[in-house]
């Protein structure tokens, strides 16, 4: 079967139970810090071993996070991603947009 992989963007709600270690993943992106040209996102970039995040399985490496328990993440600066991710609690509710891959058309 051959078949071209498209991408299309998901929007999906995790919660995660923040542990010793914090939540397990770091971030880069903000207005002030761009990681990708022209889109200040806030991306996730490591998923730490044995985290919450690694333990949940969702999120992914290359995540964009939109919101944080209803905080939007879009607009802001690195530093206030940051603090509140730090601030947030221990119960935490992330708004991602994911990348799926979906194979369209047989050749």
């Not at 991408?7 to 880069?28: A, C, D, H, W």
């Not at 991710?85 to 058309?105: H, K, M, P, Y």
């Amino acid at each position: 079967m051959n078949g071209d992989v498209r991408y299309l963007s998901e929007e999906v709600e995790i919660q995660l139970k923040r542990g010793p270690t914090g939540l397990g993943f770091n971030i880069v992106g903000g207005i002030d810090q761009l990681y990708i040209s022209k889109d200040a996102a806030i991306i996730v970039t490591k998923i730490k071993p044995d985290g919450a995040a690694h333990t949940d399985g969702r999120l992914q490496e290359g995540d964009k996070i939109l919101k944080i328990n209803e905080h939007d993440l879009r607009n802001i600066t690195h530093q206030q991603a940051v603090e509140l991710f730090r601030n947030a609690g221990d119960d935490v509710t992330l708004t991602i947009l994911q990348q799926v891959g979906v194979v369209s058309g047989c050749k």
